[in-house]
């Protein structure tokens, strides 16, 4: 299993998500549970992006980078924001 690292502007997210959406936050944690277990399932970014990987949520993107042993989570917004 992968370690989990956060940056600041993910975790600010978080924060006002759990007070806004509280399933949504819900959703978003079974989420990175899944990513820590199998982050090689989650589709690749390119260009620019290209060694950050996505999965969405509705019409929400997480954004992460898996490295080594730990897995960078990067940023939790919607899809019109997120790239």
Do not use: C, W
Not at 24 to 47: A, D, G, Q, V
């Amino acid at each position: 299993m992968y370690e989990a690292v956060f940056s600041n502007e993910f975790k600010k997210q978080l924060k006002k998500l759990k007070k806004k959406d509280k399933s949504m936050y819900e959703r978003l944690e079974k989420k990175i549970k899944n990513i820590l277990i199998e982050p090689s399932h989650f589709k690749h970014l390119r260009n620019v992006l290209k060694d950050e990987q996505r999965t969405q949520l509705g019409p929400f993107v997480l954004r992460f980078k898996v490295s080594e042993n730990r897995i960078y989570f990067i940023t939790f917004r919607h899809h019109d924001f997120a790239y």
